[in-house]
């Protein structure tokens, strides 16, 4: 038992820690971080990581590097909330950008794709099993698994927008705490683990003793963090369109990025389609095949599935370099791409955060998110589905029947290996319990043994 809250230090290892891990897409992420500050840590409760996990998951952006910054806000108030925000991004930045270097320099580097071939064996293995944990603490009767299913059937073969669930979820989750209000009470949302006092978790046991000035709302803090946010995201934007011109390609990226950054609820896989439609047929940054390589980066690499964008963002500044070297022309792009798309995430928390903290132990609110919850169990479901499909198989085709999708894979395109890799990442880490950095490394080294053994 930790009377105390972690020492800044302390924290910063264990952000930095989850940065490195944070692979597997939304799901192992929040389950990442979920067996770090909740089970191993004891910082934070499972009713206040839920609360603020519901939270995130309506805010536009990548919703677990949201929940980290809440949580390093929770603890260690604005310069938490960054390193930890800032953390989870940083390494799947750097090895984004390496990667799209590698990518424009050297397309025959076939190690790199040796190793890939594993690891996303294993990328797919810890968002299953990331699904698994967060559906058996989120479904706890038989309703929420209902509401799971319908999000699921609505999202994957519907294609009903991410938004449109989520109201959804909210609007049952409302009726019902009027009229059957114990199907909504989770224990993950306005109650506080042992029993009011946080128990043994050091921040909930901390503000219930008033010890975090912090979480209370306060307007005067809430303007100066939006106007400061405000001038950190579109400045640059506005020296960009000063300096070049709105049709100079870095300009015509921070404008299209920063719009992205706001519209990109449900995560990346919600807006993807139309960044591709109009990074390649509207600007040209890049072929459509180009879309896809990018996609495949940032599903086997730390941190949020839409980075992405910075592959494109390296690309469009590669191919239109001006005056400059393509390489450095490229950089510029994706740090630019990378600035304007995340900058909001901390404006959400930050501005935010302390109006939701004091709605924890509202009925109806916390009724909704539980509602919420259960939804988001059907759309992550959806993603890993969706991730597995493209794993497994090379060729998924899309047709329509009336207003029903349907992915069918071409069997003849299955990757028996990845198959074989996946199956074997499973049973280390759900029979095993086996580590993902072990097992990521164990999947590097044995796709790399495939890899060029079936060559």
Same mark, same amino acid.
């Given at each position: 038992m930790?009377?105390?809250?972690?020492?800044?230090?302390?924290a910063l290892g264990v952000w930095l820690k989850i940065g490195l891990l944070s692979f597997g897409g939304p799901a192992g992420q929040i389950a990442l971080m979920h067996r770090v500050l909740v089970d191993e840590k004891r910082w934070i409760s499972e009713g206040r990581f839920l609360h603020a996990l519901n939270y995130a998951m309506l805010l536009p952006g990548p919703e677990a590097q949201q929940l980290a910054t809440y949580c390093g806000w929770l603890m260690h108030r604005t310069l938490g909330g960054l390193a930890a925000g800032i953390l989870f991004v940083l390494p799947g930045a750097i090895v984004m950008l390496v990667l799209s270097i590698l990518y424009t320099g050297f397309r025959n580097a076939s190690l790199v794709e040796a190793i890939f071939f594993g690891v996303k064996a294993a990328v797919l293995a810890v968002v299953i099993q990331a699904v698994l944990r967060i559906g058996a603490r989120a479904l706890q009767n038989r309703l929420m698994v209902l509401i799971a299913a319908v999000a699921f059937v609505a999202i994957f073969f519907f294609a009903v927008?991410?938004?449109?669930?989520?109201?959804?979820?909210? $609007?049952? +989750?409302?009726?019902?705490?009027?009229?059957?209000?114990?199907?909504?009470?989770?224990?993950? @949302?306005?109650?506080?683990?042992?029993?009011?006092?946080?128990?043994?978790?050091?921040?909930?046991?901390?503000?219930?003793?008033?010890?975090?000035? @912090?979480?209370?709302?306060?307007?005067?803090?809430?303007?100066?963090?939006?106007a400061i946010c405000l001038v950190l995201w579109l400045g640059p934007i506005a020296v960009l369109a000063n300096a070049l011109g709105p049709a100079h390609v870095f300009t015509q990226e921070g404008l299209f990025f920063a719009k992205m950054a706001v519209v990109t609820f449900g995560g990346a896989y919600a807006v993807l389609a139309y960044v591709a439609q109009q990074a390649v047929e509207v600007y040209?940054?890049?072929?459509?095949?180009?879309?896809?390589?990018?996609?495949?980066?940032?599903? #086997?690499?730390?941190?949020?599935?839409?980075?992405?964008? %910075? @592959?494109? +963002? /390296? $690309?469009? +500044?590669?191919?239109?370099?001006? #005056?400059?070297?393509?390489?450095?022309?490229?950089?510029?792009?994706?740090?630019?791409? #990378?600035?304007?798309?995340?900058?909001?995430? /901390?404006?959400?928390? /930050?501005? +935010?955060?302390?109006?939701?903290? =004091?709605?924890?132990?509202?009925?109806v609110l916390n009724a909704s998110l539980t509602a919420i919850t259960a939804a988001v169990v059907g759309v992550i479901l959806n993603l890993a589905v969706w991730f597995g499909l493209h794993?497994?198989?090379?060729?998924? =085709?899309?047709?329509?029947?009336?207003?029903?999708?349907?992915?069918?894979?071409?069997? %003849?395109?299955?990757?028996?290996?990845?198959?074989?890799? #996946?199956?074997?990442?499973?049973?280390? =880490? $759900?029979?095993?319990?086996?580590?993902?950095?072990?097992?990521l490394a164990v999947s590097a080294v044995l796709g790399i043994v495939c890899f060029y053994g079936l060559k």
């Open positions: 930790k009377p105390d809250l972690p020492s800044f230090r302390e927008p991410f938004p449109a669930i989520i109201a959804g979820a909210a $609007l049952i +989750g409302a009726a019902g705490a009027r009229i059957r209000p114990s199907l909504f009470a989770s224990g993950g @949302h306005g109650s506080d683990d042992g029993g009011g006092t946080g128990g043994d978790y050091a921040v909930d046991r901390m503000l219930a003793s008033g010890a975090l000035e @912090h979480v209370k709302p306060s307007l005067k803090r809430a303007l100066s963090v939006t040209g940054w890049l072929a459509p095949g180009e879309m896809l390589d990018g996609l495949g980066m940032a599903e #086997t690499t730390p941190g949020p599935l839409i980075m992405v964008v %910075q @592959h494109v +963002g /390296f $690309l469009a +500044g590669f191919r239109n370099p001006g #005056t400059l070297d393509p390489m450095v022309a490229g950089t510029l792009g994706a740090a630019l791409t #990378t600035w304007v798309t995340f900058v909001p995430c /901390f404006l959400w928390i /930050f501005l +935010g955060a302390p109006y939701i903290e =004091t709605l924890r132990g509202n009925r794993t497994i198989f090379a060729t998924v =085709t899309e047709t329509a029947f009336g207003a029903v999708r349907l992915f069918v894979p071409d069997w %003849q395109s299955i990757d028996v290996a990845i198959l074989i890799l #996946t199956v074997a990442a499973l049973v280390a =880490t $759900l029979r095993f319990r086996l580590g993902m950095l072990p097992t």
